[in-house]
């Protein structure tokens, strides 16, 4: 196994530690802020990865990039506008992985600028590849998984948040068929998650967003052209 993918494996670790909770604990935030206290009295309201970490999406995180958390239950009659409360509920996770990757890709331009003014100096005086390298590489990887997270649990596929977010628009009828062939959509996700079937259209929206974040954070390029 190269460094690379030892690195690769390190950060789907950090992300499910640190990452996964705060996309739940959003989830948790959002109802309670819509007027569902659920969450709450489930212990969900908190960052401890221990109290979203689920089992499966922790083993497909590890193996494949692409996971998820213990769903965070609401009860959506007690939200003012049920479908509206669900959507919102759902966008939060997605939503707070994105802005982890805005900061990372932050992070990210300004530990590959110190890696390039200092890799020639470091290689020659020490024959190795500077450290300022591996702490890019590492960011690298975190923005870019937390942007696949963020896209993965976009698509509108039952249980992923993009389902709940589509229901806003649906009607009654998909939620009654969601509801009775639960259990056959949930082993067809399943199957698809560890299937090459997702990896393209994942990975094309997974570069497109990564394409977004650079030119949202262009202003650290023009920051760091002027200090170094």
Known sequence: MNVDKVLEIGVHLIVLFMVIPIHEFAHAWSATKLGDDTPRYQGRLTLNPFAHIDPLGAVCMVLTGFGWGRPVQVNPYNFKKYRKGMALTAAAGP???????????????????????????????????????????????????????????????????????????????????????????????????????????????????MWVMDKLTFWVDLLIGLLV
Request: hydrophobic content about 50%; charged content about 5%.
């Open 95 to 209: 939503i707070s992985n994105l802005i982890v990757a805005f900061f990372g890709m932050i992070a990210y331009k300004i530990a590959n600028a110190v890696y390039v003014t200092t890799m020639l100096s470091d290689y020659y005086t020490s024959g190795t590849v500077p450290t300022s390298y591996w702490i890019a590489m590492i960011l690298y990887y975190f923005t870019a998984i937390n942007v696949g997270l963020a896209m993965f649990n976009l698509l509108p596929i039952p249980p992923l948040d993009g389902s709940k977010i589509l229901s806003y628009f649906t009607g009654p009828k998909l939620d009654r068929f969601i509801a009775q062939y639960q259990m056959y959509i949930s082993i067809a996700f399943i199957l698809l998650v560890f299937s090459p079937i997702l990896r393209t259209p994942l990975s094309w929206l997974q570069n497109g967003m």
